[in-house]
């Protein structure tokens, strides 16, 4: 069964810094691209980035460019988040993914609660 | 970047009766060499991540109920629930993998009437 479990998740204050996880099992991660989506509060899905399954290739949304940093660690099927100069309006859930053929994402964790406040 | 706006934002059904959703993307997300749209629906219930129905356009997942189609193609796309059943209500979202960024539709609100 597939499946891929965030963890990382905590309150930290503007500016500060966070590394999200997510571990993977069940299917061929170094195979496969996977996506970080974040929900922030009663809100709607909103795509944060991609890696290829080698890790040369990653993709960002404009307002986390240079903020966030995505990786992967195909030896332990591990993907990362690493999330720094964090301001308010990055609070959120923030799920991993699966991301099949050219880009739909089939298998989603529970994701994980991220909360930037003072 | 590519913008998806659904439509309604909202909407009551009768158990039994139709549901259709709207998708319309800000350029066309058809890919001429294999003539293939790259839109996915997903479905998300309360307290729970989004659930992958529809791909391709119009692809269904493995498990995904029948009564749940999908259509259209360039800018314009429609997702129907044939026959609306309790266990659907939920929110449910576009999304297009055109390129190396993708984006999400506001999402629509599908409630029991």
């Known amino acids: 069964e597939v499946q891929v479990v965030e963890s990382g998740g905590d309150l930290v204050q503007p500016g500060g810094s966070l590394r999200l996880s997510c571990a993977a099992s069940?299917?061929?991660?170094?195979?496969?691209?996977m996506t970080w989506v974040r929900q922030a509060p009663g809100k709607g899905l909103e795509w944060v980035a991609n890696?290829?399954?080698?890790?040369?290739?990653?993709y960002y949304l404009d307002s986390v460019k240079g903020r966030f940093t995505v990786s992967r660690d195909n030896a332990k099927n591990s993907l990362h988040l690493q999330m720094n100069s964090l301001r308010a309006e990055d609070t959120a859930v923030y799920y991993c993914?699966?991301?099949?053929?050219?880009?739909?994402?089939?298998?989603w964790g529970q994701g994980t609660l991220v909360t930037v406040s003072s | 970047d590519i913008v998806m706006t659904q439509s309604p934002d909202s909407l009551a059904v009768s158990l039994g009766e139709r549901a259709t959703i709207n998708c319309k993307s800000s350029?066309?997300?058809?890919?001429?060499?294999?003539?293939?749209?790259?839109l996915a629906w997903y479905q998300q219930k309360p307290r729970q991540p989004p659930k992958l129905l529809i791909y391709?356009?119009?692809t269904r997942e493995s498990g995904v109920p029948d009564r749940f189609s999908g259509s259209g193609s360039g800018t314009d796309f429609t997702l129907t629930i044939s026959s609306v059943q309790a266990e659907d209500v939920a929110v449910y979202y576009c999304?297009?993998?055109?390129?190396?960024?993708?984006?999400f539709g506001q999402g629509t609100k599908l409630e029991i009437k």
């Open positions: 993914s699966t991301f099949r053929g050219n880009g739909w994402l089939d298998s």
């Open positions: 069940g299917f061929t991660f170094s195979s496969t691209w």
């Open positions: 890696i290829k399954q080698d890790g040369s290739e990653k």
């Open positions: 350029q066309s997300i058809l890919y001429s060499s294999n003539n293939n749209n790259y």
């Open positions: 391709w356009a119009s």
């Open positions: 999304q297009q993998y055109y390129g190396t960024s993708f984006t």
